[in-house]
Structure formats: C-alpha cells, structure tokens
C-alpha cells in the first residue's frame, strides 16, 4: 500500500492514495464481466431456491466427468467418481439406516477425501454435518460432541483413540450406540468394540443420484462449524447450502476469479470456514479441482504446490509466516500459483512475501464463520489491506484500558477517524438475526442503542482502520478472544480451566506478542491461595491444562499475582495486564514460560526473556 511520505506516526500515514484507487479501478474494470454475471446469478437465489451443494456437485459431475475433482497424497478423483462415491454414502444413509432432512451427524475426520464424500453426501440427503475440530480432547471435545448432538457418528480411524477416551463420558443412548460408524485409514487398526466399517458398507451402495437433491433450499442446513466466538466453549455456527452456494459466486467470481481450471491447494482443516466457506466454496462455483494434505507442512509445501499443480491457495496468517520463515529454495518460485485467498497476512511482512514467491495476487479477507459479521475482502488486488465490506458496519472508538467501546454524553458510541484503529461492528437487523444454535450466545456478541435508540450491532472484537475509497485495514484483536496458531482461543474457556486447580483462588486469561510470530501467545495471571508461587506444584497444573484444553490454548505464561484492578461490575481489566505482557523490566511478580517442546514451566529468567525478545525460540 502506498504511505504519504514525511507523515510517520500520522494516522495518515495509512491511508490510501489515488494511485492506489487508480489501479483498484483498472483491475475492477478487468473483472467486470466475471462479477456481473456472478452478481446477476447471486440476486436470483432466495433463501426458498434450489441453490444447494448436492446439486452443484451432480451438475459438475454431468458436465465435467473425467476433470479431476480431487488431489490427495497419489490419488485422483474425476468428478464422476467424487459425485459417485458421495452418492453411496448418501444412500446408505438414507436408505439403510433411515437419516431425514434436518438430522445431524457427528464428523470427526482429517483432511483426506473421504470427508468430502461424507459433508457433500450427508447434505444430499439434508442430513447436517457437525464438523468437529481434530485438535479437540477431553472436555473441549466432549462439549462440541454433545453440543449438537448426532444421530450417528462418523470417526476416522485416525481419531479412533480420542474418541473413545471421551466415549465414556457421552452418556449416548442406546440408539445413537447403534451407529458408530469407523471409516478406515491407513488400516493399521480394526473397528473398535460396538463400531462398523463405514467403508465396507457403502462401498456396494448404489451410485446415483439420490431423489432428495433437488428438494435442498437455499436456506436449509448442512454443516455446524464450530467457532470459540467471544466468550465459553465453542459454539456451533450454523452453515446453509445458500450460505457457500453464494460464496461460490462471491469468492470464485467476483474476488479471485476461478475457472474450471484451475487448483485450489486447501491447506487448513476442513473443520474450518476458511476451508469450507473460502477455498471449498472458491473450488465449487466453476468445477476447479482441490487438492487436499492431510496435514500443512511448511517444508513440502512447495513441492505439494508443483506436485498439484495448484494454481492457487488458501490461508491464514500463521501459514504464511511458517512459509516465510523456511529458508530459500529454489521451489520457492517453481510453482503455478498466481492468486491465493485468506485472512492474517501481517502488512509488515506483505510486500516480502509477494515478491520472494512471486505471487501476484493476494486476495486478503476479513470475516467470520457467523454470517452476520461484516465480512470484507481485497477484490482489487491493492497491498496491505482487508478491501471493503458491502454491509452496513462501524468502526468506533475503543478504550483498550477499560476494553470498552468510548460513549459520548449521550451514552452513543463515537465513530474513528479514517487512519484510526477501532473497534469493528457490524449492523444487524432483529428481525433476521441469528448466528448460533445457542440463542443466549448470540446476546453475548451484541450492542444496542449504539449511534440511536433501538439498533443493534454485532461485536467483532478485532480492531480495524478505515484507509479510504471505501478499503480497511486490520489491526488487532481483542478483548476475551485472541488468535494463536491459526484458533481463536477463548479466555473464559481457559480461565474455567485454570480455576479448577486447587492451589488457584483467581485468574484470568489474555493473549500477549512474542516477537517473529503471528497472532497471540496465551498468558494467564494467578492469584494463588497462598499468594505466592512457593510449593505450587506445576506438574500437576499443567495435566490439568493439557488434559480439558486443546494444546494450542495452553498458557505459554504464567503470572504469579496477589490482587487484580477490576471495574465497579467486578469485571477483571486487562488492558494493564497486557500491556505488562511478561516484560520483565517492568514486573516484580514471578513469571513462568513453558518454551517450545518443554514439559514443565520454567521460571522466566533475564536470559531465556532476552532469547525470547531476540526470536531465540521457535514457539
């Protein structure tokens, strides 16, 4: 992005310039066509319309039978055969173990193709896929599990001994016990006690069409992602067939362009709505294969790109740093990837990125698994920016101190300034609003009478700046959520945690920066019974963390404190607690970091903080 010279450490120094809006116009002008014809088939969709996956999927399979679908490890699927083998799985679901429209089955699998054929096949049938995210045990797990609960279960073998050591504490009935269904792997290990081979009986299942397909509406379920949100365990986030229908225009036409052929190399989970919502939906608009890993790896990323032959790719932040930080190769421009598509990209380390790779095109975004968060997204390919949203939102005012948006005199929040980081609010109607399966979270995430009485609007939590002609650019996250190897980690489910211990009378939870990494590392201050950190027995804490939290939402700090500032509601402030983060030249508290492959915290000592400030450690 271009910066006005001689204005460093002006809010103007961010704004866009004219010669930025020149070359959005051009690009936009190139597109035209593409975005119009997207446009005019989005508006034709209602929430009653036959727009749905199930058919998309059958209409590719009629049209491109022998283009390949799906790239995974040695193997291909043409599109006949991706279609045919969702198809057995949705009959045999519907015909032998008599699933119907608006049932929901658990699905706990990696990325390998046979969760596509379970997602697309289930929906075929209006059977909802409840994705659960693989890096999830224990409580976490047990909780999105019964969260919405399942008629049937779907686990890999893959994920065979993290289910069953949460098995116990299901409480299934006796029908849901009837069908556990385990979908082999590599093989290695048999169905479990009470589980049949998923793969064995649908092998043999008929592979046509089912009749239920063309029934789908736009508006009816067929996927929960699950979502940390702002506060508490995750939440289930509804996805509709007219959801990714619409971002397959949205996405495959109107931002990045995609035709039939191309690759979409997908490298987050498919758990995940940048999976599902971005890449997925991207792939789906105009039959582009996807090429799937089971999981991201940062050295055989380039030599999986070529081996594809992908064309393009998703992202968060944290890939693209794990893929910077690698040293050069001379892959690193042997590739055919000319346009990738995501959400994080730090603008200190864009234009790098760009050049080193040789990838003309980032289209950055910025959104949410819950539709009704202002999404926006870079459609004309300018640097350093999330582009613009096409939904009523504001950017207010926030006092990061008290973590509470600024009101004026008359209690309505204040608008930023262009250049002036805020905080991020989308507009919501009362009257469509509707986000979770759990109503009460919904409350949570809302403000009303913010600029007049009786409005309403969504509380991102993320900071962002308005950058002119329309474009913003992130910030920062905050408040009681932040972002740490590409999970959005809550506090409350940490402190939860944290407070189970018997040695801790308080806590709380917040995200702190270690340098050259992305997002937030978790830091937690204590206040101990004794109020000291003498005879705290750390071993036994950290079994605990690890065994109710997923790894990515174990502290990487720990604070030993004896009070906490808090405001008249009791409420914890935390904006002092972090802006100490573990500074060790401003704290006298003792402080504990558990370093990357270590078992057991360690005392912060002046050496290990200034490895740690000198990127010393890889966390």
Same mark, same amino acid.
């Given at each position: 992005m271009s910066k006005k010279k001689n204005r460093k450490n002006s809010k103007n120094e961010y704004l866009l310039t004219k010669k930025d809006y020149i070359r959005a116009w051009l690009f936009a002008l190139h597109k035209r066509r593409r975005m119009a014809k997207a446009i005019e088939e989005g508006l034709k969709m209602t929430p009653e319309s036959n727009s749905n996956i199930a058919l998309c999927t059958e209409l590719h399979a009629q049209k491109y039978p022998d283009k390949t679908a799906i790239l995974f490890e040695d193997k291909k699927y043409t599109h006949k055969e991706y279609n045919e083998w969702c198809n057995r799985y949705a009959n045999f679901f519907l015909n032998k173990v008599g699933l119907k429209k608006g049932d929901v089955a658990i699905v706990y699998l990696m990325n390998r193709p046979e969760i596509m054929f379970t997602i697309v096949g289930l929906a075929k049938i209006g059977v909802i896929s409840s994705l659960i995210n693989t890096k999830q045990r224990e409580k976490p797990l047990i909780h999105s599990i019964s969260h919405a609960p399942g008629k049937v279960f779907i686990i890999g073998e893959e994920l065979i001994e993290a289910f069953e050591d949460a098995r116990t504490q299901l409480n299934l009935t006796e029908e849901q016990s009837k069908h556990l269904y385990f979908l082999p792997d590599t093989g290695e290990i048999d169905p479990p006690s009470g589980f049949k081979n998923l793969y064995e009986l649908v092998k043999n299942e008929e592979a046509i069409n089912p009749p239920t397909s063309a029934h789908l509406q736009a508006k009816d379920p067929y996927a929960y992602i699950f979502t940390s949100g702002t506060t508490g365990l995750p939440k289930a986030a509804i996805i509709t067939h007219g959801h990714t229908v619409g971002a397959s225009f949205y996405w495959g036409d109107t931002v990045i362009g995609m035709k039939r052929k191309d690759v979409m190399y997908i490298t987050t989970p498919l758990f995940h709505s940048n999976a599902i919502n971005v890449a997925y939906a991207a792939a789906l608009r105009h039959g582009s294969a996807m090429a799937i890993r089971r999981k991201f790896s940062a050295s055989k990323f380039w030599d999986d790109a070529i081996k594809f032959k992908a064309t393009s790719f998703n992202y968060i932040g944290e890939i693209c740093r794990y893929l910077y930080n690698q040293p050069p190769k001379p892959t690193d421009r042997k590739h055919k990837v000319k346009k990738i598509v995501g959400n994080g990209l730090r603008n200190e380390m864009w234009m790098d990125f760009k050049k080193r790779f040789g990838i003309p095109r980032i289209f950055e975004f910025y959104g949410a698994t819950e539709r009704f968060c202002p999404n926006f997204a870079n459609r004309y390919n300018l640097d350093c920016t999330v582009g613009f949203c096409g939904s009523e939102y504001a950017i207010v005012k926030y006092d990061i101190d008290v973590d509470e948006p600024i009101r004026d005199e008359n209690g309505c929040m204040i608008r930023a300034e262009p250049g002036e980081a805020g905080l991020l609010l989308g507009q919501l109607d009362p009257q469509y609003f509707y986000m979770y399966t759990d109503k009460k #979270?919904?409350?949570?995430?809302?403000?009303?009478?913010?600029?007049?009485?009786?409005?309403?609007?969504?509380?991102?939590?993320?900071?962002?700046?308005? %950058?002119?002609?329309?474009? #913003?650019?992130?910030?920062?996250?905050? /408040?009681?959520?932040?972002?740490?190897?590409?999970?959005?980690?809550?506090?409350?489910?940490?402190?939860?945690?944290?407070?189970?211990?018997?040695?801790?009378?308080?806590?709380?939870?917040?995200?702190?920066?270690?340098? =050259?990494?992305?997002?937030?590392? /978790?830091?937690? #201050?204590?206040?101990?019974?004794?109020?000291?950190?003498? =005879?705290?027995?750390?071993?036994?804490?950290?079994?605990?963390?690890?065994?109710?939290?997923?790894?990515?939402?174990?502290?990487?700090?720990?604070?030993?404190?004896?009070?906490?500032?808090?405001?008249?509601?009791?409420?914890?402030?935390?904006?002092?607690?972090?802006?100490?983060?573990?500074?060790?030249?401003?704290?006298?508290?003792?402080?504990?970091?558990?370093?990357? =492959?270590?078992?057991?915290?360690?005392?912060?000592?002046?050496?290990?903080?200034?490895? %740690?400030? =000198? #990127?010393?450690?890889?966390?």
């Open positions: #979270a919904d409350e949570k995430k809302i403000f009303r009478d913010v600029f007049e009485k009786g409005d309403m609007y969504m509380n991102t939590g993320d900071l962002l700046r308005e %950058i002119g002609y329309a474009h #913003a650019q992130f910030v920062d996250r905050l /408040g009681d959520t932040f972002r740490w190897k590409g999970e959005n980690v809550s506090t409350e489910e940490v402190e939860s945690v944290v407070n189970l211990f018997e040695q801790i009378s308080s806590s709380t939870a917040y995200g702190v920066q270690i340098p =050259n990494t992305e997002g937030r590392a /978790g830091m937690t #201050a204590i206040i101990t019974n004794s109020n000291s950190a003498e =005879n705290f027995d750390f071993r036994s804490f950290i079994e605990l963390l690890k065994k109710f939290l997923p790894e990515y939402a174990v502290p990487k700090f720990i604070r030993f404190t004896e009070k906490f500032d808090a405001t008249a509601t009791l409420k914890i402030q935390k904006g002092g607690l972090k802006k100490e983060g573990y500074d060790l030249t401003k704290l006298n508290d003792p402080i504990y970091v558990l370093l990357p =492959n270590a078992s057991d915290y360690t005392l912060l000592a002046k050496e290990i903080y200034k490895k %740690i400030m =000198n #990127a010393g450690y890889n966390f």
